[in-house]
């Protein structure tokens, strides 16, 4: 029997009066998790699961009336799309919640974390309990009798030195396929895409290079070792770049 997953774009979108979420880098949150929730809906359903929206446009939906679409649905489970933000722009990285009432959340909760952070490369800032979350009193959505989670895709305040800059505002088909990708992982559910690789993030300059791997491209563009295309385009892949670091902190390039 597929499962059944209901998909909760936070916020109700950019038209005056609604509640438009965090804003940052001339995007509005509720615009992006909707983005990234449409999207999520097609990688499911190709991997064979049964979705449902709370939302499909601009929105006014209570976090209550979302709960109830859920139950009334029969969801197996519940996943929340959010972005962070913080009056701070190097704030940054991905961060996943479950309810502190329901610690059997934590599995599904872990699932998709690893299976994002793997994806995309953002800095890792764990998987907490809801009331860790910066909003007081817990995360109400999270606390209902289904399987819930709720995601923080990035900060959308975050300097554009930061991989959250570069996915929030072109990447969403790739988070999308992270969080579908962790969701099939917690359930077994495995599937052939033909498409694998289409949506695979490069990396073209060192600005545009993870923390954890912007002193090792350094290196390498300085001795020659990584010259681009001739357009200044380094055109590295993740997998390419932990390569690279795993290769320099054996010394291969001290010689």
């Given at each position: 029997?597929?499962?059944?997953?209901?998909?909760?774009?936070?916020?109700?979108?950019?038209?005056?009066?609604?509640?438009?979420?965090?804003?940052?880098?001339?995007?509005?949150?509720?615009?992006?998790?909707?983005?990234?929730?449409?999207?999520?809906?097609?990688?499911?359903?190709?991997?064979?699961?049964?979705?449902?929206?709370?939302r499909t446009t601009n929105t006014r939906i209570s976090?209550?009336?979302?709960?109830?679409?859920?139950?009334?649905?029969?969801?197996?489970?519940?996943?929340?799309?959010?972005?962070?933000?913080?009056?701070?722009?190097?704030?940054?990285?991905?961060?996943?919640?479950?309810?502190?009432?329901?610690?059997?959340?934590?599995?599904?909760?872990?699932?998709?974390?690893?299976?994002?952070?793997?994806?995309?490369?953002?800095?890792?800032?764990?998987?907490?309990?809801?009331?860790?979350?910066?909003?007081?009193?817990?995360?109400?959505?999270?606390?209902?009798?289904?399987?819930?989670?709720?995601?923080?895709?990035?900060?959308?305040?975050?300097?554009?030195?930061?991989?959250?800059?570069?996915?929030?505002?072109?990447?969403?088909?790739?988070?999308?396929?992270?969080?579908?990708?962790?969701?099939?992982?917690?359930?077994?559910?495995?599937?052939?895409?033909?498409?694998?690789?289409?949506?695979?993030?490069?990396?073209?300059?060192?600005?545009?290079?993870?923390?954890?791997?912007?002193?090792?491209?350094?290196?390498?563009?300085?001795?020659?070792?990584?010259?681009?295309?001739?357009?200044?385009?380094?055109?590295?892949?993740?997998?390419?770049?932990?390569?690279?670091?795993?290769?320099?902190?054996?010394?291969?390039?001290?010689?």
């Amino acid at each position: 029997m597929p499962k059944r997953i209901f998909i909760s774009a936070g916020h109700e979108g950019s038209v005056a009066g609604m509640d438009g979420g965090a804003r940052g880098n001339g995007l509005v949150e509720a615009d992006v998790n909707l983005s990234v929730a449409l999207l999520l809906e097609k990688q499911l359903q190709r991997l064979g699961f049964v979705t449902m929206q709370a939302r499909t446009t601009n929105t006014r939906i209570s976090a209550a009336m979302r709960l109830r679409m859920a139950e009334n649905f029969n969801a197996d489970m519940l996943i929340d799309v959010h972005c962070n933000a913080f009056d701070i722009n190097t704030a940054n990285g991905y961060e996943t919640f479950f309810a502190a009432t329901k610690p059997q959340d934590r599995a599904m909760a872990a699932a998709v974390h690893n299976a994002y952070i793997g994806a995309t490369g953002l800095r890792d800032r764990g998987v907490k309990l809801d009331t860790a979350s910066q909003h007081s009193g817990g995360l109400a959505i999270l606390r209902s009798p289904i399987p819930s989670v709720l995601v923080e895709l990035g900060f959308i305040t975050a300097s554009p030195t930061f991989l959250d800059f570069t996915f929030l505002q072109h990447r969403h088909n790739c988070m999308a396929k992270a969080l579908a990708q962790g969701i099939a992982d917690f359930y077994g559910v495995t599937a052939e895409d033909e498409n694998k690789g289409d949506d695979e993030m490069r990396f073209n300059s060192i600005e545009e290079m993870p923390d954890w791997a912007r002193p090792t491209i350094e290196k390498l563009v300085h001795k020659g070792f990584l010259r681009g295309d001739g357009n200044g385009n380094l055109d590295l892949s993740l997998d390419m770049i932990r390569i690279f670091v795993v290769h320099d902190m054996a010394g291969v390039y001290d010689g």
